[in-house]
């Protein structure tokens, strides 16, 4: 799955050896001081976007030695993997970009994951791309917004 419905876009970085799996998934965070005077850096963490979920898609060979890992990094592919996020019912529709709904109400509710999910910043907007409308979920939310699942992909410029 792709923003235009192609191939998505591969980058070439380093993961952990318990982590280079084909289907492995990461958020990508701010790189810790330690890998930025890494001579690995450029090719490592530096072309992934912070906040951004990741996929494994192909494991290489050659490993290295990583500071921050104190052992050994695989060489990996990995593409932006699409993201499940609420929206509402009105705006899930493929093909639309659109914010997500992201809050946090405080409720106990089945939907939590996705109303605050790990990649989100707070108080950032995002925009995201609609890959599937997955399934109404408005029986399940506990505020009563009328909601659906979707799978789409994070915007650039969000």
């Not at 930025?36 to 979920?53: E, I």
């Not at 790990?118 to 399934?135: F, L, M, T, Y």
Request: proline residues 6%.
């Amino acid at each position: 799955m792709s923003e235009g419905g192609g191939k998505r876009r591969e980058i070439v970085t380093f993961v952990g050896d318990v982590q280079a799996k084909v289907g492995f998934r990461f958020v990508a965070s701010q790189p810790p001081e330690v890998c930025r005077g890494c001579k690995l850096f450029l090719a490592c963490m530096s072309k992934l976007k912070p906040g951004r979920v990741y996929e494994v898609v192909e494991v290489k060979d050659k490993e290295h030695y990583c500071p921050l890992y104190e052992g050994s990094v695989k060489v990996v592919k990995v593409a932006e993997a699409p993201i499940e996020v609420l929206v509402k019912s009105n705006l899930a529709v493929e093909g639309a970009t659109v914010e997500p709904l992201i809050e946090e109400c405080g409720k106990k509710c089945p939907l939590k994951a996705y109303c605050t999910p790990e990649w989100a910043e707070p108080g950032k907007k995002v925009k995201v791309k609609i890959c599937q409308v997955i399934e109404d979920v408005s029986d399940k939310a506990v505020c009563g917004k009328k909601l659906k699942k979707v799978a789409g992909m994070a915007m650039d410029g969000a």
